[in-house]
T-cell receptor
């Protein structure tokens, strides 16, 4: 149980274009999903928290207009990196928790974004 | 906000030895403390967790201890194997929320 998928696993895009990343909980309903960013050999940095049907809560320093998050259902959240630039190149990972006092977060396999 | 310190940053042990990784945190309201294992290019995997009403938890070769008074918790791996080699992250729930703050990670190498 507690399987989270993420697509695509790898994407290369040109500077100025937008990229959408999908995160799905496959065998449970995720009341909360989280989006992280991880640079090489560094830790996970929380970007935003999203709850189904409501606006995402962004961490300090994360531009909400650049990183658009939509959590349309209990099994799907999307992150769109708008007008991507080379400095946005990173490993983006989502996680999902089932709520109801369950604090465990289960991670997707991550998306390697390279902006050229 | 929550501040999580993790030590050591790298740890090298011989197969069969034990490995201990320690984390300290600052927010006394934190109540959930998971440990994740991440292999290169892969997702973090939850290996064990502990809540604030418990002092110790064990799962086969892995154990976690929590000292709420001192605000520190540790991961113990016994009888290490080469496949235990990975980066291990501790995390702490931020206050009473579901948000996690991660430590900087420990790269564990188990030499055969």
């Amino acid at each position: 149980g507690a399987v989270v998928s993420q697509h695509p696993s790898r994407v290369i895009c040109k500077s100025g274009t937008s990229v959408k990343i999908e995160c799905r909980s496959l065998d449970f309903q995720a009341t909360t999903m989280f989006w992280y960013r991880q640079f090489p050999k560094q830790s996970l940095m929380l970007m935003a928290t999203s709850n189904e049907g409501s606006k995402a809560t962004y961490e300090q320093g994360v531009e909400k207009d650049k990183f658009l998050i939509n959590h349309a259902s209990l099994t799907l959240s999307t992150l769109t990196v708008t007008s991507a630039h080379p400095e946005d190149s990173s490993f983006y990972i989502c996680s999902a928790s089932g709520g109801a006092g369950g604090l465990e977060q289960y991670f997707g396999p991550g998306t390697r974004l390279t902006v050229t | 906000g929550e501040n999580v310190e993790q030590h050591p940053s790298t740890l090298s042990v011989q197969e069969g030895d034990s490995a201990v990784i320690k984390c300290t945190y600052s927010d006394s309201a934190s109540n959930y403390f998971p440990w994740y294992k991440q292999e290169l290019g892969k997702r973090p995997q939850l290996i064990i967790d502990i809540r604030s009403n418990v002092g110790e938890k064990k799962d086969q070769r892995i154990a976690v201890t929590l000292n709420k008074t001192a605000k520190h918790f540790s991961l113990h791996i016994t009888e290490t194997q080469p496949e235990d080699s990975a980066v291990y992250f501790c995390a702490v729930s931020q206050g009473g929320s579901e948000k996690l703050v991660f430590g900087k990670g420990t790269k564990l190498t188990v030499n055969p």
